[in-house]
Each structure stands twice: as C-alpha cells, then as structure tokens.
Nanobody
C-alpha cells in the first residue's frame, strides 16, 4: 500500500507561482512513475505532468514551459513548480502513482488563480 498526501495549494493572482508537494509513504519502492492530475469544477480529471524514477518527465501541452515536475526518490516525494499561473489553472490538484492492478491517489489540494 502507498499513501499520498499533497500540500502547497492556495490562492494566487494570475501570473504568480505556487509549488505543490506530494509525500509518499508505505511501499514507495514499488512506485515508478508519479504524476500530477487536476480537476476543475464541472470538468473531467486531466493529466498535468509525470516523472519516472529515472527522472524522465512528461507534460500536458497546456502547462509546458510554465510547470516543472521533479521528485526526490529518497524522500518519496514529488513536486510541481507552477509559474505564470492562469485562471484556467484553477482546479483541485491530485498526486497519482500508478501501480500493478490499480492506482494510488492523494486527497487533492485546491489551487485557485484569481484574474
């Protein structure tokens, strides 16, 4: 079992920055890829960014050049540095770790960008 806990969300003005953190505990040795997803009101949950254990990253087109994902394998943590935030980035952000037979999710952290 893996537990994921997000933190770092909040209210920020458009153009500002936030850094989200996700702390993993439990059987973290079983985790390869860690992802960030987000879900805005009335919309489906969407992929934001992902990073493998070796450091390979992948981003949604909507955040490329603005968001940076990183991880600390020793701490079992993944981070999302969000710069140049836009109102359309407003959403609940979730940490995700795919696993054999399923997927682990955190409880989410709210990010609100005011225009």
């Amino acid at each position: 079992q893996v537990q994921l806990v997000e933190s770092g969300g909040g209210l920020v003005q458009a153009g500002g920055s936030l850094r989200l953190s996700c702390a993993a505990s439990g059987s973290i040795f079983s985790i390869n890829t860690m992802n960030w997803y987000r879900q805005a009101p009335g919309k489906q949950r969407e992929f934001v960014a992902g990073v493998t254990r070796s450091g390979r990253t992948n981003y949604a087109d909507s955040v490329k050049g603005r968001f940076t994902i990183s991880r600390d394998n020793g701490k079992g943590a993944v981070y999302l540095q969000m710069n140049s935030l836009k109102s359309e980035d407003t959403a609940v952000y979730y940490c995700n770790a795919p696993a054999i037979g399923g997927s682990y999710w955190g409880q989410g952290t709210q990010v609100t960008v005011s225009s």
